[in-house]
T-cell receptor
Framework: GQQLNQSPQSMFIQEGEDVSMNCTSS?????WLWYKQDPGEGPVLLIA?????ELTSNGRLTAQFGITRKDSFLNISASIPSDVGIYFC????????????FGKGTLLTVNP | DAMVIQNPRYQVTQFGKPVTLSCSQT?????MYWYQQKSSQAPKLLFH???????NEADTPDNFQSRRPNTSFCFLDIRSPGLGDAAMYLC??????????FGQGTRLTVV
């Protein structure tokens, strides 16, 4: 089945630092999604990517759809304490396959 | 306003006692998903619907079943909950190839 490798597993950074995390897939995806999940809540969509090479920003967040269609990264610039949480990538291979596969998540801790 | 609503937010059930979790959406999306998420793990897909077409994951236990009576509602039935079924259950919706939106989840405790 499809597998997503997300790294790093966790990050401890100082407020103001930039952060980068990425996902790689064993197969081609036509959709990459990035979510943030706070404790006890459902994942909240941050950025959606639909085209190879696409670079999309949402405030301090920037994500890119890799040109091979097997990877994506998320950058957070000038981190703040409320960025703390678990970040998940998710991908869909498309066609008649609507299944959304998740990476294992990156736990981000921001020290004030 | 919430677009994917899960009820209840917290559910406590007895070992072996059937329980139903519900999900409703106001987005008119034709795909609905149920995920199980255990502590510090990624959401694990149990099954999904495309309209009324049901797609079960190969490793989803028979103990878990689902119903989708109409576009707006979807239910997760756990026939005989075991201690290992304690988890957060997440419902999500999407159109065929667009982003998926999640509800706030239902935290299930089995006692």
């Amino acid at each position: 089945g499809q597998q997503l490798n997300q790294s790093p597993q966790s990050m401890f950074i100082q407020e103001g630092e930039d952060v980068s995390m990425n996902c790689t897939s064993s197969s081609i995806f036509n959709t990459w999604l990035w979510y943030k999940q706070d404790p006890g809540e459902g994942p909240v969509l941050l950025i959606a990517l639909y085209k190879a090479g696409e670079l999309t920003s949402n405030g301090r967040l920037t994500a890119q759809f890799g040109i091979t269609r097997k990877d994506s990264f998320l950058n957070i610039s000038a981190s703040i304490p409320s960025d703390v949480g678990i970040y998940f990538c998710a991908g869909r291979s498309g066609g008649s396959n609507y299944k959304l596969t998740f990476g294992k998540g990156t736990l981000l801790t921001v020290n004030p | 306003d919430a677009m994917v609503i899960q009820n209840p937010r917290y559910q406590v059930t007895q070992f072996g006692k059937p329980v139903t979790l519900s999900c409703s959406q106001t987005l008119n999306h034709n795909v609905m998903y149920w995920y199980q998420q255990k502590s510090s793990q990624a959401p694990k897909l149990l099954f999904h619907y495309y309209d009324k077409d049901f797609n079960n994951e190969a490793d989803t236990p028979d103990n878990f079943q689902s119903r989708r009576p109409n576009t707006s509602f979807c239910f997760l039935d756990i026939r005989s909950p075991g201690l290992g079924d304690a988890a957060m259950y997440l419902c999500a919706t999407s159109t065929v190839n667009t982003e998926a939106f999640f509800g706030q989840g239902t935290r299930l405790t089995v006692v």
